[in-house]
Each structure stands twice: as C-alpha cells, then as structure tokens.
C-alpha cells in the first residue's frame, strides 16, 4: 500500500519547523510529497500538475503565523484546494439530485460495462423508494420509481435490473433482446407517464471500452428522452484509467453529474478528483458496497479526506 499524505507531510514539515513563512523555497519539498502522494492516489498527472501550481500560488500567500509551524498551515491548505476542486467551489447544493421537472423525471445511467450501472439504478431507486435521501439536510419525500434497461446487448443485464428492482422495491418495465434500445426507452417514458410515475431510471449498455457505436447510441437515447440528470457511472478502482473513460462520455453526453463507485475498495478516491476535473460535473454519489443500501452523497470534505489519508 502506499503512503498516505499525511504522513507524507508531516515527514517534510520537519524540515519547515521554525521558519516564519511559507516560501518557495521552504515549501518545494513538501510540494514535492503532495504531488507523489497524488500520484499514488492515482490522480491523473495533468490534474497532479495543475492541482499542485494551485497550492503553491495559495501557500506562498498564506502567512503561517497562527499556526503551530508552517507544514500544518500548508496541509490546511492541500486540504481545502483538495476540498475545492472536489466540488466544494460549485456550492453546497451542487451535489444534489435535481427532480424538478413535470413527472416522470428521467435519470439516464451512462457508463462502461461493469462500472456498477444496473447496481447503481438499484441503490438510488431504493434510496427514492423508501424516503431515505436526505439533500442539503432535507429528506425527500418517498417516490414511486419506474427503472428500464435498454442493455439489449446482454439479456442478463435486463435479468440483473429485474432482480435488483425486486430486492429494492421499485417497478421494471421489462424489455427484450429482440427490441431497439430507442423503442424501449420511448415506450418506458410513456408507461411512465400514464402511470403516474415520479422517477424513471434508464439503465443503458455498456462496452468493456468506449466505442463509437455506443455513444452514438446513448447520446440519440438522451436526445430522445431528455433526462433532467445524466449519471456518469465510474469505478474509483480504474484510477487513470477514469480520465480517459469520463473525457470521452462528458464529450459524447451533457451529463449532469458522476457516481463514483467501488470506493469500499483499496481505491485512494483519486479518480475522484480527476473526473471531477475532466467533465467539470459535481460528484454526486459514492458507492460503498456491494449491497443495495451502499449509496451514499458524495461530500466534497470527506473525500478531499480521504486522498489525505
Ligand atoms: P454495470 O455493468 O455497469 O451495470 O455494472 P454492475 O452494476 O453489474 O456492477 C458490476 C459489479 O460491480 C457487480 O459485481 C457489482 O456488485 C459491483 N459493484 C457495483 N457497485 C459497487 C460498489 O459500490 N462497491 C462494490 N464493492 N461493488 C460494486
């Protein structure tokens, strides 16, 4: 395993006991430390790059004197750029699910095979089935929650979100291999419609890797059915890999936000701060488990903790 930031940093503050101020000089080392730590966090190197210039022009302001020496004043300010660029700069609500819209409201689940989609549909169906989100300290009142896969691609995905849908409580409206993705979805958003439906969760196919034919598919899906949120779904444990995954679906998709999953895992939450970099989107959830209650509101504060370590 690698060595976390802190400790990192507090190796290389030893050498700023005693100075006044922070200073390029003084401060190289430490930089130095957060730089590999991220790295090791697997956050992506132009992300490392810009990230570290940024605390540096933000540390070499910053006058020391309050603090007990300069290294804690500096890993005061890793910890709150960190907490910035997670989506502490976009504002509390930011991280919120947006519902507001004329039911049904259409949440689009976009994301590479195996990322945790058709888990993911589940987990947040669950979470607005039984009343459980709490947004910016209030909780949202119970929904009743349509889910549908368009995965025509691999019938067990469709097996899988009648299952998941079962264990959570929420309706599936069942589609086939046989069907176009386009007439599923268009016939799911008018079941919704005339069943009163608040929220419909469209979980879409993915391929082990992006490829041209599926984002032209999911991206005529989202112009057909306009989702007031488009989820990029990402695994935290594909580290580097993420960047490359979420710059191709933030090109092909104006998505509205990202879930970061599998962060029950080894993985630091790097990719974290690399996505949310990438797409510009807030992070909205973080899966921790296996389990359908796993889901939880992603904190800007709380992540920037734990690529600290
Ligand atoms: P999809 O292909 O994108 O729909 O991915 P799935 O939802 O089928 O998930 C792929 C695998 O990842 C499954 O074995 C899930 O149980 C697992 N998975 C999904 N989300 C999480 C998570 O947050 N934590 C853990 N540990 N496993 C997860």
Known sequence: MFDNLTNRLSRAMKTLRGEARLT????QEMLREVRMALLEADVSLPVVREFVAKVKESALGTDVAGSLNPGQALVGVV?????????????????????????????LMAGL????????TGKLARLLVTGELIQNGRKIPKKKVLVVSVDVYR?????????????????????????????????????????????????????????????QEISMLHGLIKPIETLFVVDAMQGQDAVNVAKAF????????VVLTKLDGDARGGAALSVRHITGKPLKFIGTSEKLDGLEV??????????LG
Do not use: C, W
């Open 79 to 107: 910890h709150k750029e960190l907490t910035a660029v997670m989506g502490g700069d976009l504002g509390a609500d930011a991280s919120e699910l947006d519902l507001t819209t004329t039911p049904p409201a259409i949440i």
């Open 250 to 257: 933030g090109e092909a998709l104006p998505l509205t936000g």
């Open 155 to 215: 019938p067990a995905a469709i097996e899988q979100l009648r299952t998941v849908a079962g264990q959570v409580g929420a309706d599936f409206f069942p589609s086939a291999a046989d069907q176009k993705p386009r007439d599923i979805a268009l016939a799911a958003v008018d079941h919704a419609r005339k069943h009163h439906y608040e929220v419909l969760i469209v979980d879409t196919a993915g391929r082990l890797g992006v490829d041209e034919a599926m984002m």
């Open 24 to 27: 390029e000089a003084n401060t």
């Open 113 to 120: 095979q195996g990322a945790g989609k058709t888990t993911t």
């Open 298 to 307: 992603f904190h800007p504060e709380r992540m920037a903790q734990r690529v």
